[in-house]
């Protein structure tokens, strides 16, 4: 099902909210749960649904990890159960009208807005749709099911690991719902492909692109890794002026505002790690990976902004394959004031990319993490 849509002639629709209405201070009557861990909030996706995971203990998630394809002391609980963090599926879309008229709304109730041209956002075009993902949402959702031109995709972002990837849906004729499993390896965000009875259910690595665990990964299964661009929403707007947007959740609007400003801005992990770069890079560096054809170049924001010309344009040839990134500084932004990403100099498509910090990039792909020259 592909996202609605609202535009200046019709008000946006109703925004999808969490079935639970708010926070989760209490699953049950005479028992209470308090969750302690670094996150700033912990969203519950449902009052009714029995809680799955204390946060701690991997056990408790009740994943089977029977087929691990990775060292299972390296799989981890992120500190809240699983679904801990809702999905969007499927999302609420806006037009860029629609979204002047939430941004209207809300300042109405002193809300502040919603999308301002120095946001980033993950930007995905499939056929003749475009739409854009902004970062301050899938912060505190991390996974999107969406579906575009007809293609199902998961937008995933996780903000640990910095990470951004858009991935196919479609596994072996089957399509496939994500959810957050609320574990982590290498610190990167372990998804889960959501069964109605809960069993069978697989985990699979943002970064790596697979199932890690579970039926999936005793198959092989992999995910398709598609073209997408991170960048501020005032060059995607103007890039694609019929773009929709990913609506917030109404519930959620004070959440969108809170950040991770202090993670991003140390060199500290808060979680496990292996193995780590060696060198004088940080570990927090940002990242952007392509795959023109059978390997992966990735090449820090730094590189690219040292190569770009005055236009903040720069073209190489990589795998035979010409490609222009852009790049697009602005001082005045707190946090990174870069943005980085590519279009293809030719009449093919743009080559699957993946944003990260060098950190996780390294960790998951440590045979193939060599920074381009």
């Given at each position: 099902m592909t996202g609605r849509t609202a535009t200046a002639e019709s008000p946006p629709p109703r925004l999808v909210t969490?079935?639970?209405?708010?926070?989760?201070?209490?699953v049950a009557v005479g028992l209470v749960l308090a969750v302690v861990i670094w996150r700033t909030v912990v969203i519950w996706q449902s009052l009714s649904v029995r809680v799955v995971g204390?946060?701690?203990?991997?056990?408790?998630?009740?994943?089977?990890?029977?087929t691990c394809l990775v060292p299972r002391a390296q799989i981890v609980a992120a500190g809240f159960p699983k679904d801990g963090l809702p999905i969007l599926?499927?999302?609420?879309?806006?037009?860029?009208?629609?979204?002047?008229?939430?941004?209207?709304?809300?300042?109405?109730?002193?809300q502040g807005r919603f999308l301002v041209d120095s946001d980033a956002v993950i930007g995905v075009t499939i056929g003749g749709q475009a739409r854009a993902y902004p970062l301050r949402v899938l912060t505190w959702h991390e996974v999107v099911n969406d579906e575009l031109d007809g293609v199902p995709i998961a937008v995933t972002y996780n903000p640990l690991c910095s990470s951004a990837a858009v991935l196919g849906r479609r596994v072996g004729g089957e399509t496939l719902t994500f959810g957050v499993?609320?574990?982590?390896?290498?610190?990167?965000?372990l998804l889960?492909?959501?069964?109605?009875?809960?069993?069978?259910?697989?985990?699979?690595?943002?970064?790596?692109?697979?199932?890690?665990?579970?039926?999936?990964?005793?198959?092989?299964?992999?995910?398709?890794?598609?073209?997408m661009a991170v960048m501020r929403w005032r060059d995607w707007k103007a890039a694609h002026p019929e773009t929709t947007v990913l609506?917030?959740?109404?519930?959620?609007?004070?959440?969108?505002k809170r950040t991770y400003g202090e993670y991003f801005g140390s060199q500290t992990l808060r979680f496990p790690v292996a193995p780590l770069p060696n060198g004088s890079l940080p570990l927090k560096t940002s990242v952007i990976a392509l795959r023109p054809a059978q390997r992966w170049h990735a090449f820090t924001w730094d590189q690219v902004g040292a190569?770009?010309?005055?236009?903040?344009?720069?073209?190489t040839n990589l795998d035979g394959r010409t490609l222009r990134f852009l790049y697009r500084r602005d001082p005045a932004l707190v946090g990174n004031p870069a943005a980085v990403w590519v279009e293809p100099a030719d009449e093919r498509p743009a080559p699957p990319t993946v944003y990260s910090f060098w950190f996780a990039w390294y960790a998951m792909h440590p045979d193939e993490a060599g920074?381009?020259?």
């Open positions: 969490l079935r639970s209405g708010g926070w989760l201070l209490g204390d946060g701690a203990h991997v056990a408790s998630y009740g994943f089977d990890l029977s599926a499927p999302p609420t879309a806006l037009t860029v009208a629609g979204v002047g008229e939430l941004t209207r709304e809300m300042r109405a109730r002193h499993s609320g574990l982590l390896y290498n610190s990167n965000l889960y492909d959501r069964r109605a009875s809960g069993a069978g259910e697989s985990l699979w690595s943002q970064l790596q692109f697979r199932a890690l665990a579970g039926p999936a990964a005793a198959k092989g299964a992999r995910l398709e890794v598609l073209p609506a917030p959740d109404a519930a959620l609007v004070k959440v969108y190569r770009a010309n005055a236009a903040g344009v720069w073209e920074l381009a020259r």
